[in-house]
């Protein structure tokens, strides 16, 4: 059980961010290439749109849909904070700790880049 609300908090920003860390991220990446095949579009007005395929069949396909899914991803990420948080404190407290204040600085610039997008 989560003995505060402050740790519910932690956890959910940690979660947000490992979830976007393994879904969006360009440094996860390498993570995601060999179950995902990336492209990418160029526009007619100049901007460039990333897609990507689902590569192989079986585990690998499984893992390469897992790692498309925002929401799925966001469940397993829940997991295994919520399982380090409860089972390995002592190591899983600054992790936990480390990605809510990189989740919290996230949503923060999210919140500030919408609020300059609308004042142009």
Known sequence: MISSVLDFILICLATFRLTRFFVYDKLA????????????????DGTIETYFEVRGKGLRKIFGELLSCYWCTGIWCAIILYCGYFFLPIYSSPVIIILAIAGSASFFEALLQKMIDSEN
Do not use: A, M
Not at 34 to 44: K, R, S
């Open 29 to 44: 990446s390498v993570i995601r290439k060999p179950f995902h095949h990336e492209y990418e579009i160029i526009l007619d």
